[in-house]
């Protein structure tokens, strides 16, 4: 599902989504909770990674750069968010050279 896609979901709706990782954020008052922005040819979408999935996929959060997360569609007026659900990552890295 594109990002564009995901504007016309309610809130609740199982989702998958997927894109380029162009943002990871991990603020010390969140409690181990990762915050992602995926971006793809359409436009961008928030995900929301809690402690207990990144422990498990700790490998593919860190060092994707191209991400797949499937989750629950959370949505308050203009607040958009993709909640990734239990191993709902998946990702490809770079090319292995360090780039």
């Known amino acids: 599902m594109t990002a564009r896609d995901l504007e016309g979901i309610e809130n609740g709706e199982q989702v998958s989504h997927c894109g380029i990782v162009t943002l990871r954020q991990q603020p010390e008052t969140a409690k181990g909770t990762i915050f992602l922005t995926l971006e793809n040819e359409t436009g961008v979408a928030q995900v929301i990674v809690w402690k207990s ?42 090319r292995g050279d360090g780039e």
């Open 53 to 94: 999935l990144r422990d498990v996929q700790r490998h593919e959060l860190l060092r994707a750069r191209l991400m797949a997360v499937h989750g629950t569609w959370q949505r308050e007026g203009a607040v958009k968010n993709l909640v990734a659900g239990s191993n709902a990552l998946a990702g490809a890295a770079g």
